[in-house]
């Protein structure tokens, strides 16, 4: 598979988003799904989220992409060469997560923008960018991704307490909603979802029978150092490999992997909630 073409990137810049189909095959996203339904630890290291419809979103996130298969789809040079055309340069893994949501009990996410988060981790530009791998088909009917069309260009909105989330500003969210096209991102495993931190998406509970899972790897541009410590890394050089190394890697999992990936706890994932929560809250006060 190649990387984004230009046609791709001009979506991107111009939408916000760019889907990019069958980006990884049925062998790899077959191998992910394996590694992931069979990894303990992935599972131990899960935390929920409510999303204040009577829901909870359930995640696991590290910050180091490691060695094993979820470590080979975020450091593959497909993926990492098209996250620096995107970019405009060089890139760093800023961490990844897998979306875990499970039949009839899978949480929302309120509407948000990744960078009304970021931004308080000491980005100073919102030259950041994530790529979502659908592990299971994404459908209206599980909750799959909802975007709005070129909300990337209205800049960073200011982010409000929604359940144990830090939403977009309602009002705001509201007006966009009048102006731009909503797009939900119905995807099949493999299928690729690269998407600009300030855009602006959502996503509904899964109230259907099947579960939706995602791997989110997520990228900060080298030159957009952040200026302080944070609970996501600063700038280190990011070691591509092959894109033949999801097939090679297998199904090895994180618990067999001596590799530090600097998992993100429940009680530190509390932390960061609450952090982002009073920072927004602090935000809408002044």
């Avoid at 000491?122 to 070129?150: K, Y």
């Avoid at 939706?212 to 990228?219: E, G, T, V």
Wanted: glycine letters at 8%; a negative charge; proline letters at 4%.
């Amino acid at each position: 598979m190649a990387t984004l073409d230009p046609g791709q990137i001009a979506a991107f810049h111009r939408d916000g988003f760019t889907i990019a189909r069958r980006f990884f095959d049925t062998e790899e996203v077959d191998l992910l799904r394996r590694a992931a339904l069979a990894d303990r630890e992935l599972d131990k290291r899960a935390f929920g989220r409510a999303d204040g419809e009577g829901g909870t979103v359930r995640l696991s996130v590290w910050n180091q992409p490691g060695d094993n298969i979820y470590g080979m789809f975020a450091r593959c040079r497909r993926v990492v060469d098209s996250m620096e055309k995107l970019l405009g340069g060089e890139v760093y893994h800023y961490h990844s997560k897998m979306i875990l949501k499970d039949p009839r009990v899978g949480g929302a996410w309120a509407w948000h923008q990744d960078y009304g988060y970021w931004y308080y981790n000491g980005a100073l530009f919102p030259q950041m960018a994530s790529m979502s791998v659908a592990v299971d088909a994404a459908t209206r009917e599980n909750g799959c991704m909802q975007v709005l069309t070129g909300s990337q260009a209205m800049g960073r909105v200011d982010h409000v307490r929604t359940g144990e989330q830090a939403g977009a500003d309602q009002e705001r969210v509201a007006e966009a909603c009048q102006r731009l096209p909503l797009v939900y991102c119905e995807m099949e495993p493999g299928d690729a979802l690269f998407f600009h931190c300030n855009l602006l998406h959502r996503s509904d509970q899964n109230g259907s029978k099947d579960p939706r899972w995602s791997l989110i790897c997520c990228y900060n541009a080298a030159a957009n150092d952040p200026y302080k410590e944070s609970h996501h890394p600063r700038y280190e050089p990011l070691a591509k490999v092959e894109d033949g190394a999801v097939k090679e890697m297998g199904i090895k999992c994180f618990g067999e992997d001596p590799t530090d990936v600097a998992w993100i706890n429940p009680q530190t994932a509390a932390q960061n909630r609450d952090a982002d929560l009073q920072a927004a809250e602090k935000a809408q006060e002044d």
